[in-house]
């Protein structure tokens, strides 16, 4: 599958990152509290296919639950553009909103995290 390099931020911009995925990807909207409460959309990138630009030290974490997911938020603005989810551990889910021009948008898959993940 081809590569493209895809850029995204959080709000303020103090955090940057870059990604690698093909030009039409599967999108995943969850059920679960914390997704919910943000409407967050999931693009799930392998871990050697994401890189943080800038901002590292920037980055606040949250858990819950089984605390397998790693909530990660900007200490400034407070947007979790990307994290490590429970469902996906060898990839991160970035933020669809925090993408700057992000790939096309194959199918959505509503995954109910409610019930299988916290
Ligand atoms: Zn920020």
Not at 68 to 76: I, M, N, S, V
Request: hydrophobic residues 30%.
């Amino acid at each position: 599958m081809n590569k493209n390099e895809y850029f995204g931020s959080c709000h303020c911009g103090e955090i940057k990152f870059k990604f690698y995925s093909g030009e039409s990807v599967e999108v995943w909207i969850c059920n679960c509290s914390i997704c919910d409460l943000l409407n967050y959309e999931h693009l799930f990138i392998k871990h050697e296919d994401f890189k943080i630009i800038q901002g590292k030290k920037l980055l606040s974490e949250y858990s819950f639950g089984t605390k397998k997911a790693k909530h990660l938020f900007c200490k400034k603005c407070g947007t979790k553009s990307f994290y490590q989810p429970r469902s996906h551990p060898n990839s991160y889910s970035i933020n669809l909103k925090c993408i700057d021009n992000g790939p096309d948008i194959k199918n959505v898959i509503h995954f109910d995290g409610k019930n299988e993940f916290n």
